[in-house]
Nanobody
Framework: QVQLVESGGGLVQPGGSLRLSCAASKSISSINVMGWYRQAPGKGRELVAT???????DHADSVKGRFTISRDNAKNTVYLQMNSLRPEDTAVYYC?????????????WGQGTQVTVSS
């Protein structure tokens, strides 16, 4: 099992930046995929970005060019650098760990951190 703790959320003005952190309880090099999801009020949870154990990255079209997912294996931490923030980025952001085996695919979630983009 993996425990995840997000941090770094807060209130920021449009055009501003935040960096979210996700600290994992085990080596992220042993986790197949780490990701960030978000859920805005009244909307479903959507994928923001993923990074594999091999370092491959993917970002949703809505954040591509503005957000960057990265990892620090030594710190067991995944980051989401968010630049050029827009009001529509306002959401609770959740860290996700996906462990894939020959027998199962398991997802683990943090409790979320609030990001509010407002002037």
């Amino acid at each position: 099992q993996v425990q995840l703790v997000e941090s770094g959320g807060g209130l920021v003005q449009p055009g501003g930046s935040l960096r979210l952190s996700c600290a994992a309880s085990k080596s992220i090099s042993s986790i197949n995929v780490m990701g960030w999801y978000r859920q805005a009020p009244g909307k479903g949870r959507e994928l923001v970005a993923t990074i594999t154990s091999g370092g491959s990255r993917d970002h949703a079209d809505s954040v591509k060019g503005r957000f960057t997912i990265s990892r620090d294996n030594a710190k067991n931490t995944v980051y989401l650098q968010m630049n050029s923030l827009r009001p529509e980025d306002t959401a609770v952001y959740y860290c996700n760990a996906r462990q894939i085996t020959a027998y199962s695919r398991d997802d683990y979630w943090g409790q979320g951190t609030q990001v509010t983009v407002s002037s």
